[in-house]
């Protein structure tokens, strides 16, 4: 990986989200929605992994399972050395202090009838021995970290902007002192001038405390400023992950290429000059995906094999991951089919 | 106007105010601007800037109560919109100016077959027979690059992926001809593959129309690749407008360089730190005196506290309210 001195703070192998689809008659079990379907990476300490994709594609529920707010169906979590996917509830529950979440809708994900400082008190409550008054000061140095005015402790969410209130989940989530935060699109509600305010708060308290982020996020550009590593998944696969500024440079797998020169470009000299990768069809059922590389039937660099035979993830140069038969260095009829295309 | 053709879509001083319980809110204030025929105008502007409230106060859209259109003129073809009534507005609607909205789920009815969502249009205000329509309709489904088209149009809204909703949206929108097109954030909903789609299309469709398209958006990448004037809003009103290319390389407004710093971009290279706007948006609770940015500008001084600025040219078909001259560096004298 990266550096080998450092050991990764997260570990996922093989992880499988599939969800049960009941119908008919009796209500039987007729199929399933593999919103994860196998996937494996490390995220090291102190880093942020960007985790991209278009809605659907199972980058949420990756967050989720990691947490174990979903019983994954198949596969190991490993977080600061804990075995999270098969944690008895109490096991888990010690846990819980070191891994955190900051979700989408700050609007959904705080309760409207709590204060801003029993909302942000409520894990010390949970999960911490000590008097009222200790918490409240805590409290108010967490509205202070996220840059919230501690005059506004006793005021209730509604009375905040979308910004704001995503300051409150960023406080309740550092309340435990954690280690590594899931940060599931924090901004993808927020306006474009709110973005950067919320976004350059995350990256100083990762400066400050040593935090570790799984950021996701369909904001290409986005993750481009804040991650080290990106991610990026399609129909419940990581289709390739590599560092920054490779996969941004040079994207290997069709579907980067294709989603990155999709993303519009504020400038109109570039967005003139650029030769855009537009994909036909939409995105297939993950109930249903088709045969061998589930990206196959949008693929612009489509071969045979491609039909058939699902292609391996592996690292095809230093710390880059592909899942893709044109880089398949094993195979000599996916090398040979490469250099045709 | 450069090429001497005349508007076909003008907006002059418009002002819409809602009632609400807590008190007026000014949405619009003297909005102006205008669209020529085969011209694409970007309108750019946060939530709140009152950007759509704009559009909808155009074509009579916006509930009354709470929503007032105070002052102003729309001129459509030298009709005054807002002074009809609402059996023409009606014929307008639909007709001469063709709607998308943002999400296709929401504005479409789930209980129609698409097909008869295509053809009402077409029979209201075309008066075209039955067979007709239908006709038409899997013209225009096979027009936006809905394949097999005479089978689909029996098929229901829930029946499309969101892609292809959008693509009937724009297809009902096309349906009479509209001469101006108003598109309100039509591809926010979409995944950015199924929105390089709905732009290549649309670029396709106004080389075969030539009708002039409003497009709201909050993505400003999304306007430079299509727009070939821009209008740049803020706090309910117009605080720039340019075309394209000025715009993006001479912006004039201490908010559009703001914005244009503010969004980490893709290519190119990579920012350190994101530049920030600080502070939050306005409250528009009473007619602006002052100007609405003044809190979050990094150029203000005394004379933003007392009024608000009036647009002025500041270079070819470019002009910005503003009081501070980047030309010089420093306040305009008055």
Redo the contacts between chains.
Sequence with gaps: MLDDAKQPLVRVQNLKMHFPIFGGLLHRRIGEVKAVDGISFDIMEGETLGLVG??GCGKSTVGRALLRLYEATAGEVIIDGADIAHASPEELRMMRPTMQMIFQDPQASLNPRMTVSDIIGEPLREHQKGSAADREDRVLELMDQVGLNRDFAKRYPHEF?G?QRQRIGIARALALNPKFIVCDEPIAAL???????V??LL?ELQDRLGLTYLFIS?D???V??IADRVAVMYLGQVAELAPR?DI?SKPLHPYTQ??????????????EA?D?I???G??PSPSNPPKGCNFCTRCPQVMDICKVKKPIFQEVEQGRFVACHLFENNEATAANAASEV | MPDGTLPVLEVRDLKTVFQTRSGEVHAVNSVSFEVKPGELLGVVGESGSGKSVTMMSLIGLLPSPPADVKEGEVLLDGLDLLKTDINTLRDIRGGKIGFVFQDPMTSLNPVFSVGFQIMEPLRKHMNLSKPAARKRAVELLELVGIPDASRRLKDYPHQFSGGMRQRVMIAIALACDPKVLIADEPTTALDVTIQAQILELVKDLRQKLGMAIVWITHDLGVIAGIADRVMVMYGGQVVEQAPVKELFSNPQHPYTRALLETIPKVHGARAEKLNVIEGQPPILGAEPTACPFRDRCAFRFDRCEQENPSRRIVGKDHDAACFYDFATGGPLRA
């Design positions: 278009e809605s902007s910004g306006d474009v001038s709110i973005q950067a305010q976004v350059n990256e369909h290409l550009s986005m481009r400023h500024d941004y294709a989603l990155l020169s999709a993303v519009p470009e504020p400038d109109p000299s570039i967005a650029t855009r537009i994909l036909t939409d995105v």
